[in-house]
C-alpha cells in the first residue's frame, strides 16, 4: 500500500481532495464534515506516529501530510474550492507562478469592457501617484479614486452574489447529471474569477495609493 | 529570480509610450489583459495606407517589469514592418529577445495578443479583409 503511494508521488492525479475527504464535487459543502475529515486525518499522519518507522514511510507520512493541508486549505475557502473545481473540470485557470501552462489558453478571455474600465482606473492611479510623489494632493483625483474605490466594492459584493447564485446552479446540475447546465456554470465561473482577480487587484491598488504614507513602491513585482 | 539584462533596459527606458488618436482611420488600438496578475497592455499602431507599413507604435502597459518590456519590444519590432509582416511576430520570438523565464512567458504571450489585436482593430476600421489586402498588393 505505501511502496504503491510512493511510487507516484510525482503524480497526485489520481486523487483529487474533494476523494480524500470523500466529497462530491460540490461548491457548496458541509465545512464541519471537512473539519472533522482534516482533525481525523491528519491524526493519521502524525509524525509522531511514523517515528519508529523507516525513512521511507516517514518522507510519506510528511508529504501525505504537506497534501492534506493544501486539500483542506483549498476546499475551505469558496473561491479556492471553485477554481480548483474549474481546474478539476479542464477548464484553464492560470495562476502566474504556473510553469507548465499553455500559453496560448487564455486568449480573448477578457470582456473589452472590463479592460477599458481596468485600464482608465490604472491611468488614474498613475497620475495620483505621481501627484503624491511630487507632493501634491489634486482632491479632485483623489474623489475619483474614492468613488472608485466604493464602485469596485459594490462590484465586487454584486460579483461574490453571483458566484453563490452560480454554485447553487452547478451542484444543481451535479445533481440532475446535467453536462449542458455544467458547461454553462463553468463558462461562467471562469469569467467570473477573472472579473474577480481584476477587481481585487484594483482593489488593493487603490487602496494603497489612497493610504499613501510616502513610502510605498511603484507597482513592479517580480 | 533576476530579470535579465534586456528586460531592465527596457523597463528602465521604454521605447514609445505613448497614446495614438484612437479615432483616427490609419490607427488602430488593440486592449488585452491577464486577470492573475491584474496587467493591462494597450498597443497602438498607425499604418500606412498605401503601403500597409505600420509607421508608428505606441503602448501603455501596467504591470510587471517582464509585460512592460515585452510591449515596449514588440513596438520596436513591428514598426517598420507591413501589417502582415508583423503578423508574423511570435511570442516565442520575444521570449529569446528577453530572455523571460517560464514563469513570464504569459507576458510575451500578452504582447502577441497586443499586435494581433491592434492589426485586428485597423483592418476592421478599414474594412480590410484577407482578400482586400490581396487586391491591394
Given at each position: 500500500m505505501q511502496s504503491h503511494v510512493q511510487n507516484s508521488t510525482a503524480s497526485d492525479g489520481e486523487q483529487t481532495y474533494f476523494d480524500m475527504f470523500s466529497l462530491p464535487r460540490k461548491l457548496t459543502i458541509d465545512t464541519a464534515a471537512l473539519e472533522r475529515g482534516f482533525y481525523k486525518l491528519s491524526r493519521q499522519l502524525h509524525p509522531d506516529l511514523y517515528a519508529r518507522k523507516s525513512a521511507a514511510e516517514q518522507a510519506w507520512s510528511l508529504r501525505q501530510s504537506s497534501l492534506l493541508n493544501d486539500a483542506y486549505r483549498t476546499l475551505k475557502d469558496p473561491v479556492a474550492r471553485t477554481a480548483y473545481l474549474l481546474k478539476l473540470e479542464g477548464m484553464r485557470m492560470e495562476d502566474e507562478n504556473t510553469e507548465n501552462r499553455d500559453p496560448r489558453a487564455k486568449q480573448n478571455r477578457v470582456p473589452a469592457d472590463l479592460l477599458e474600465e481596468v485600464f482608465e482606473l490604472n491611468m488614474q492611479l498613475e497620475e495620483m501617484r505621481a501627484n503624491l510623489k511630487m507632493g501634491e494632493d489634486d482632491p479632485a483625483l483623489r474623489g475619483d479614486l474614492e468613488r472608485a474605490q466604493v464602485q469596485f466594492k459594490a462590484m465586487l459584493t454584486s460579483l461574490d452574489e453571483d458566484l453563490r447564485r452560480a454554485w447553487a446552479a452547478w451542484d444543481a446540475a451535479m445533481d440532475a447529471s446535467d453536462d449542458a447546465a455544467k458547461n454553462e456554470q463553468k463558462d461562467a465561473m471562469v469569467a467570473m474569477l477573472d472579473r474577480r482577480s481584476y477587481l481585487r487587484n484594483l482593489l488593493r491598488e487603490v487602496d494603497g495609493v489612497l493610504t499613501w504614507q510616502g513610502a510605498v513602491g511603484e507597482k513592479a513585482n517580480i | 529570480m533576476a530579470y535579465s539584462d534586456k528586460v531592465i533596459d527596457h523597463y528602465n527606458n521604454p521605447r514609445n509610450v505613448g497614446q495614438l488618436?484612437?479615432?483616427?482611420?490609419s490607427v488602430g488600438t488593440g486592449l488585452v489583459g491577464a486577470p492573475e496578475c491584474g496587467d493591462v497592455m494597450r498597443l497602438q499602431i498607425r499604418v500606412n495606407p498605401e503601403t500597409q507599413v505600420i509607421e508608428e507604435a505606441k503602448f501603455k502597459t501596467f504591470g510587471c517589469g517582464s509585460a512592460i518590456a515585452s510591449s515596449s519590444l514588440a513596438t520596436e519590432w513591428v514598426k517598420g514592418k507591413t501589417v502582415s509582416e508583423a503578423m508574423e511576430i511570435k511570442n516565442t520570438d520575444i521570449v529569446k529577445e528577453l530572455s523571460l523565464p517560464p514563469v513570464k512567458i504569459h507576458c510575451s504571450v500578452l504582447a502577441e495578443d497586443a499586435i494581433r489585436a491592434a492589426i485586428g482593430d485597423w483592418k476592421k476600421k478599414n474594412a480590410v479583409g484577407e482578400a482586400a489586402a490581396v487586391a491591394a498588393n
Open positions: - | 488618436d484612437k479615432s483616427s482611420e
